[in-house]
């Protein structure tokens, strides 16, 4: 079975941990420990009869739902299957401009769409020092954007920097269309958040994506929004199937939207159990943990991960997310969820375990 390119791949850990998917604690997926909500899948319970009807090609209560929640008229407001299939529509936007810029390592998924319609990619290196400064490392070859797209991900998978709205802003003015995919911002509490929603209304080249498949942990179910102009959503949904969300999604994340219990124990339990996380790998001897705004941390270690995830899958059933897909980091990192603080210690014990045996 080849290596996967996306964390998640559990079919693949377990024929190589010679156990039943099930048995593995999965760290390579950043997705929520705490979901799905009970309130989803009492939604999703509740639509079972109505499978045999289409869904309501507009999603009208979808958007409405969507349209409370971020206080955007609905017009504004695309649902999709997944973040990922917006992200196809965006790449067939992107690929009419000169070219796309992204900020690297990017997630796989950009490469993918992108390449798909023959885009031209112009990639800047992340700064690794600086702070949430998006400026100080795209202004470095202070090129001309006007006739580019930026695709920018913020918090950014898979290094967890956060940049600040403000940083972000200037190149509203400067590129031809922006997108920020934002699939993991609504683990920030609405105090910390940098979305750029706000701002669409003012920007007719803005567009945000975002996903309910960390935060409510539903990446079986696919569901994502866009928001942008409503004459750009317009024109995406002549180009794509009709019915993309179906019927049990789309009761699914009304439910989700509305569940502000939820929202808060995620906002409760991330904070300290990253934490936990952060200042257990730090005390590893030669890993050494990046700082992250997100759900998940990008490890550095002084040895190859190849290695390492092999043993823990062997020796513990734990999977961690290998950086080998990203081709700026390879063989010397690795990601892994934030997940429940007693997971979080089983994967440092053996973590411990592994590295210490080797020395
Ligand atoms: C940065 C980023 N954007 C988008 C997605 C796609 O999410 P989905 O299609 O499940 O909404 C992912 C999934 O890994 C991601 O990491």
Request: glycine fraction near 6%; hydrophobic fraction near 45%.
């Amino acid at each position: 079975m080849r290596q996967p390119a996306h964390g998640g791949n559990l079919a693949w850990a377990a024929a190589l941990a010679g156990c039943p998917p099930a048995a593995i604690l999965d760290f390579s997926a950043s997705i929520s420990p705490l979901g799905p909500p009970n309130s989803a899948i009492a939604a999703i319970q509740s639509q079972i009869g109505n499978l045999r009807h289409y869904p309501d090609p507009n999603y009208s209560e979808l958007r409405l739902a969507l349209s409370h929640f971020h206080q955007l008229p609905f017009e504004w407001i695309l649902p999709g299957n997944g973040s990922a299939e917006l992200l196809t529509l965006v790449g067939r936007e992107l690929a009419e401009l000169a070219a796309t810029v992204l900020i690297t390592p990017a997630f796989g998924d950009y490469y993918r769409t992108l390449s798909a319609y023959n885009a031209q990619v112009l990639e800047f290196p992340v700064d690794w020092e600086s702070a949430a400064n998006l400026s100080s490392f795209l202004d470095k070859g202070s090129k001309d954007f006007q006739d580019m797209g930026l695709l920018l991900n913020n918090p950014q998978n898979p290094t967890g920097k956060l940049f600040l709205r403000e940083s972000i802003l200037p190149y509203l003015d400067q590129f031809a269309l922006v997108v920020v995919d934002e699939a993991f911002m609504d683990f920030l509490s609405p105090d910390e958040e940098q979305s750029l929603i706000a701002l669409v209304q003012e920007y007719d080249n803005l567009v945000v994506l975002r996903s309910l498949t960390k935060f409510y942990s539903l990446p079986g179910l696919r569901l994502g929004y866009a928001i942008a102009h409503p004459d750009r959503l317009s024109k995406w949904q002549l180009w794509r199937d009709p019915w993309p969300v179906n019927t049990l999604a789309a009761a699914a994340a009304i439910a989700a939207l509305q569940d502000r219990e939820f929202q808060q124990q995620t906002w409760l339990w991330l904070p300290p159990a990253r934490t936990q996380l952060l200042g257990g790998l730090a005390a590893i001897p030669g890993l050494h943990p990046k700082n992250s705004a997100a759900n998940f941390l990008l490890v550095e270690s002084n040895q190859s991960i190849s290695q390492l995830q092999q043993q823990l899958l062997t020796y513990h059933q734990i999977l961690i997310r290998d950086c080998l897909s990203f081709k700026e980091l390879g063989d010397r990192f690795f990601r892994v969820a934030v997940r429940t603080q007693a997971d979080n210690q089983r994967l440092l014990t053996a973590l411990n375990s592994v590295i210490t045996a080797e020395c």
